[in-house]
């Protein structure tokens, strides 16, 4: 039921379109290329998310869903690319790039393996129960709460209060920084704390209740502070608010199909990130005042919100011009923690390289993993990375769902719910944004459940 009304929702919302008169007839072949490109994708989709409420499988064929086929094929129907500066290359090589997403599927689905994550066959949905939960003392709420005011005392002391509340008095300061990793690093880290810090009380319990749930209030009430989705990327909201629902329907063990994800993506996109897109410049409060949002659905899907598609055609026509960088893009966003000062010219970001060598108005752009493996290796990159992604998201989903995870309070209990709607980012791009914002998450994990696990006592297997 799900799948259906998702598949309805948006091959309904076609025929509104005012349709390129072209597009049945000079170009065919481009969209028929789209349509297989929806049909590998949906199938992909609906085979990932019929057996789990959500895993890293599921992310990725929602990210090719509405990156590489629904919004692309909408701005292909209207003439309109989202592409910042136009290099008019979107009708020539819009069939090539189509051919390069089904091979990615195929590879991808071949190398991932079958989507039953378990050593055998479980009824579905298969959220296993919580198990083997630590007992949080006195000393446990102390120190998770100090670890919370102690991140948003270091964004406030060294960045201001302003960076603290609005995304774009932080891209403004980013700009004016000369190594922008530490600021991507300091930042990141202190707003994933206190997510890291709520979503362990979740997974664990104290001798008071009280106790208990009031220190979850409080570190919830930093979260929002920190993370609210005026003053972060829209992408780590939409991670957090995910990972939360995530977390939740995992606890309370809820039978509920993957494809929620995309349901909640496909309303977001029709709603909450609009207006998210018309306050990310604020620096001040002042500017917040006055802001206009469109509500015309076809305009926000041919924005630079949805620039993925044409950023692929960008990079392929850059490639094209000056040859893939044969992995010196993949290792210098890899090392993005070493300072410019010792690696004075460490690669930026693609996104960036390529927008900044076509003049783009914004050098902020997105540039998918398909175009990443074509930036660094050309054509042979697709199925190298297609490979190792599989593997990747496979193992992940496999030592989360099967019998390889033995400690549910681990680094992986607590990030794998917020993993998974990271994963479309990371994905969508750029790798160093991706890269940087995943591992960020993890370190932040990593210090608090240390913390969790010295301060607390575990609660034998048999109570």
Same mark, same amino acid.
């Given at each position: ?179 922008? =990793? ?36 409080? =570190? ?34 809820? /039978? ?41 659905? =076809? ?20 490639? /094209? ?115 940087? =914002? ?26």
């Amino acid at each position: 039921m799900f799948f259906c009304g998702l598949a309805i929702v948006l091959i309904t919302a076609l025929f509104w379109l005012d349709v390129r008169p072209d597009a049945f007839t000079d170009y065919l072949p481009t969209t028929l290329s789209f349509i297989a490109v929806g049909v590998v994708t949906f199938l992909g989709l609906y085979d990932s998310a019929r057996d789990r409420a959500f895993s890293l499988n599921v992310s990725h064929w929602t990210y090719v869903l509405f990156f590489l086929f629904y919004a692309p094929f909408v701005q292909f129907l209207v003439a309109t690319s989202a592409a910042q500066s136009d290099i008019g290359a979107f009708d020539h090589y819009a069939i090539w790039i189509n051919c390069m997403t089904l091979a990615w599927c195929g590879i991808y689905y071949f190398f991932y393996g079958s989507p039953d994550l378990s050593d055998k066959a479980l009824a579905r949905p298969t959220n296993k129960p919580r198990s083997e939960p630590l007992m949080c003392t006195g000393w446990t709420y102390l120190l998770v709460i100090f670890l919370c005011v102690a991140a948003f005392g270091a964004i406030f002391l060294l960045f201001g209060v302003e960076v603290l509340l609005l995304r774009g008095a932080g891209s403004e300061l980013t700009d004016k920084t000369a190594d922008k =990793s530490t600021f991507l690093i300091v930042n990141s880290v202190c707003r994933a704390i206190p997510v890291v810090v709520t979503g362990m009380l979740m997974l664990t319990r104290g001798k008071s209740k009280w106790v208990h749930w009031g220190t979850f209030a409080l =570190s919830a009430l930093f979260t929002l502070v920190m993370n609210s989705p005026l003053a972060i990327a829209r992408f780590w909201f939409g991670a957090i608010l995910i990972g939360f629902c995530c977390l939740y329907i995992h606890i309370r063990k809820i /039978r509920i199909t993957g494809l929620w994800i995309s349901v909640a993506l496909t309303l977001a996109g029709l709603t909450i990130f609009p207006v998210l897109s018309a306050t990310r410049y604020a620096t001040s409060a002042d500017q917040l005042n006055g802001v206009e949002v469109s509500n015309d659905w =076809s305009s926000n899907l041919t924005s630079a919100d949805f620039d993925g598609y044409a950023m692929i055609i960008a990079t392929v026509e850059w490639a /094209r011009r000056e040859g893939p960088s044969n992995g010196f893009q993949l290792i210098g966003n890899s090392l993005f923690w070493v300072p410019r000062v010792l690696w004075y010219d460490k690669p930026v970001g693609s996104g960036q390289m390529v927008a900044e060598y076509f003049d783009m108005i914004n050098i902020n752009m997105a540039e998918p993993m398909t175009a990443e493996a074509y930036v660094n290796f050309g054509w042979l990159g697709v199925p190298i990375y297609a490979f190792f992604i599989a593997r990747l998201f496979s193992a992940v989903d496999r030592r989360y769902w099967g019998k390889g995870q033995r400690e549910l309070i681990s680094v992986l209990s607590v990030t794998y719910p917020f993993l998974t709607a990271l994963t479309i980012y990371f994905l969508r791009g750029d790798y160093l944004s991706g890269l940087s =914002s995943s591992l960020s998450l993890l370190g932040s994990a990593a210090l608090v459940i240390w913390v969790f696990h010295v301060s607390s006592r575990r609660i034998p297997t048999n109570s």
